[in-house]
């Protein structure tokens, strides 16, 4: 006949089970996140409930007692059987998708960290893996899988879709055009070293330049590694940088950088933020991850 008392607490069962299989009331506890006197404590609460004892105890280890022994095997294949079914029943985790974006350093940094936590959240699937390089990484030959680059769009072998526009304008600390050293036209930059990032076509101050009528030939200028780098250094005072308006948007708002030439924006449409991809059907990972771009751009 069976028998109608209750089943100990499934605690202590989970803790004699854990404790019976690595003969290690220690171990038994880092295995459950909890300390080994909760362990000793579970089972001496189970051994009191059941009227047996269930280990020996000796001076650095525990043995199992005949009838420790075998009701472990009863439990633990209780457990397995547990764990079997809610294998079963589970239901089974999404595909994940790992996306690796070739991309600025800067535009990492500066513009799509901060509202990565919103791509996670929309779309828990996909991993991005983030490899940022001054250089273009190689889109149609497989070392990317998309890239986000910055210019007028004109790269061969690629599929490039403009994510958001960029204005471009002269930008420097404060002090550095404050009071008589203001700056009146474009030729009196040529007064102070133009901060220029390394890039494989630069096209920035040229364009700009240009649009204004200044030619530099006579230009003091200061090649650094990285965006990043430039906008450093026009914080610190060592030069006038050519603004990204985009990647800047908190240092103007601050009042940190500040244009040096007010009015002498250039709002080309060429230039911008474009979404590399190859030619050819982008896969979902990388279609998601484009219209989730859009979107963000489209918001900021």
């Not at 909760?38 to 043995?63: C, D, K």
């Amino acid at each position: 006949m069976r028998s109608n008392r209750s089943l100990p607490a499934l605690v202590s069962l989970r803790a004699f089970e854990a404790a019976a299989r690595r003969l290690s009331f220690s171990l038994a506890g880092e295995e459950l996140f909890v300390t080994q006197s909760a362990i000793s404590h579970h089972i001496q609460r189970l051994e009191a409930e059941l009227g047996v004892a269930l280990f020996e105890r000796r001076t650095r280890a525990v043995a199992l007692t005949p009838a420790g022994q075998a009701y472990y095997e009863r439990v633990h294949a209780a457990f397995a059987l547990l764990r079997q079914g809610t294998d079963e029943i589970r239901a089974p985790a999404a595909a994940r998708h790992t996306l690796r974006v070739g991309l600025l350093a800067s535009f990492a940094t500066r513009w799509l960290a901060p509202r990565l936590p919103d791509f996670a959240a929309a779309h828990p699937d996909i991993d991005l893996q983030l490899l940022p390089d001054i250089g273009l990484a190689d889109v149609a030959g497989g070392e990317v899988d998309v890239a986000i680059r910055y210019g007028r769009g004109t790269w061969p072998g690629v599929r490039a879709r403009r994510i958001m526009a960029e204005r471009l304008s002269v930008v420097c600390a404060p002090a550095l055009v404050a009071g008589r050293r203001r700056l009146r036209t474009p030729a009196d930059l040529l007064r102070h070293p133009l901060l220029v990032s390394h890039t494989r076509h630069p096209f920035e101050w040229d364009t700009w330049s240009r649009h204004h009528g200044l030619d530099l030939g006579r230009a003091q200028t200061v090649h650094l590694h990285d965006y990043n780098i430039v906008v450093e250094a026009a914080l610190a005072g060592q030069g006038l940088a050519m603004g990204r308006h985009r990647m800047i948007a908190a240092q103007l708002a601050s009042g940190a950088l500040v244009e040096a030439l007010p009015g002498t924006t250039l709002d080309d449409p060429r230039i911008g933020w474009w979404f590399v991809s190859p030619r050819g059907k982008a896969d979902a990972a990388a279609q998601a991850f484009q219209a989730w771009l859009m979107r963000a751009a489209a918001d900021d």
